[in-house]
């Protein structure tokens, strides 16, 4: 039997895998050399005291990813780290009635995921780590029941076709390049400072101290560089998960609700120019009015446009 658009029953396919989850990875391998120079230098320590090989520091590593996606890590530890919180009675009561009817229809349990509110002035919504649907208080405020719910099950699509997998491991791996890339330019500006200040006068002083601040300025600088090159990636594969997750929505039959949402989220836009080739290259998002007439499309085509 073939379940058509908006069946009370969650298709096979809405349950599937994306495609698109897997051009994530390309951020991913991307920051591996940036990420392998950076275990590297914060297991020096480790074995010059500890006598820790080098496998198991790195495998240390790797567990704290599995920690990350368990549920009760991002309830209070990755949500803090978001800025986001847990909706107070008044917003929960308006977030589960726009949820629960994507949870019934679905057949989906509901204790998977962790509905919480960022404080913006902003339309915005996203899903984090595997578990986290998280609405802007904005949204919650503009956005009537079934605009929310059309919002919501774009959210979950991304879970569910594991968009969110990816994006959280490259976040989580560039946590550590970051930090050492801003020591590192914090030492080259002491080096550089304590060059000038005492070893001035003594001319072979002077050339170490500074080439060992220009050493430690251009790995910082190649780090942040290898960061820059896997968010572009990563961006431009989050542009082609945002029309799975729209197509995914209207398979779990809440795609009318997500396109009102959107042309509601358009209508409050501020008017701009035409973004600029490098803003689009760099873009995390297609532009709304793409995603409309993509969705509007595909609505029509699967004789379910409102």
Request: glycine letters at 4%; a positive charge.
């Amino acid at each position: 039997m073939v379940l058509t658009l908006g069946s009370p029953r969650v298709t096979s396919r809405s349950q599937s895998i994306d495609w698109s989850a897997f051009t994530g990875l390309t951020g991913i391998i991307a920051l591996v050399p940036a990420w392998l120079l950076t275990t590297t230098v914060l297991w020096l320590p480790f074995w010059w005291w500890g006598d820790v090989r080098y496998w198991l520091f790195v495998l240390s590593f790797f567990s704290l990813f599995i920690v990350l996606f368990s549920r009760p890590v991002q309830r209070f530890v990755l949500l803090r780290l978001l800025g986001a919180r847990l909706p107070n009675s008044r917003e929960k009561a308006v977030l589960d009635a726009a949820w629960l009817p994507i949870v019934r229809r679905n057949s989906l349990d509901r204790r998977r995921f962790v509905l919480a509110v960022v404080d913006t002035d902003s339309l915005n919504a996203f899903a984090c780590g595997g578990h986290l649907v998280i609405v802007s208080s904005q949204a919650i405020e503009q956005l009537d029941d079934a605009q929310l719910s059309g919002v919501m099950a774009h959210e979950l699509s991304h879970h569910l076709g594991l968009h969110t997998v990816t994006l959280t491991i490259a976040q989580w791996m560039i946590l550590p390049i970051t930090l050492l890339a801003r020591t590192g330019m914090k030492l080259r500006a002491i080096a550089e400072a304590a060059t000038v200040a005492f070893v001035r006068r003594i001319p072979l002083l002077h050339a170490l101290g500074l080439f060992f601040a220009a050493f430690l300025h251009v790995v910082s600088w190649l780090l942040m560089l290898n960061v820059s090159l896997a968010t572009s990636l990563g961006n431009a594969a989050s542009r082609a998960t945002e029309f799975h997750a729209d197509r995914r929505a209207a398979q779990l039959g809440f795609g009318n609700q997500l396109l009102a949402a959107m042309r509601v989220w358009e209508s409050a836009s501020p008017q701009r120019e035409r973004p600029s080739m490098w803003e689009r290259v760099f873009a995390s998002h297609p532009p709304m009015r793409v995603r409309i007439n993509k969705l509007a499309a595909y609505l029509r085509s699967r004789g379910v446009a409102r």
